[in-house]
């Protein structure tokens, strides 16, 4: 999970568009302003939302790490998750506590991301782009990530997550 906390190089994961069965591979900008919903849309109800695939998944955490959503990560997140970047093992709490850290990522995209799959496991990797503000002033950041998802009582959770950063 990309994740910017207390070090600077940390920034939360996540991430893209549908994928295909074995290989799914997408790409998207960043998260669009929240706008009201068209004539007719319809929203999908909260049992279904247990049902999304880890790769748009990869979206919400995308899209929650802009908004410094928590919630999101609490509910994304397995009570076990392990997070490993470059040097550094966060677990779960970690995580979360960092979301609303000192960095604060103003623009994220995934890149290439492909989906891996073990049936009630899935591996996602790919690039996750970020841009935004910290203490030492602007960045642009990007991370070769592999995230395992595994299903859990019926819903995809996040179990553990690897990031590198990739240099300049």
Known sequence: MRILMR????????????????QAQASRGAPQSPNPAPAGARTIPRTAAATVPPIKLEDQWTTALVRRDTRTFERL???SFVYTENASVMNRDDVIKSVTGSDRVEWARNEGMRLHDFGDVQVITGVLHLRGKGKQGSFD?????TDTWQRRNGRWQIIAAQDYLIPK
């Not at 190089?9 to 549908?18: D, E, R």
């Not at 950041?141 to 990530?145: E, V």
């Open 77 to 79: 997140l397995a009570p």
């Open 7 to 22: 070090y600077p190089s940390i920034g939360l994961l996540m991430l893209a568009a549908s994928g295909t069965p074995l």
């Open 141 to 145: 950041r990007r991370y070769q990530f």
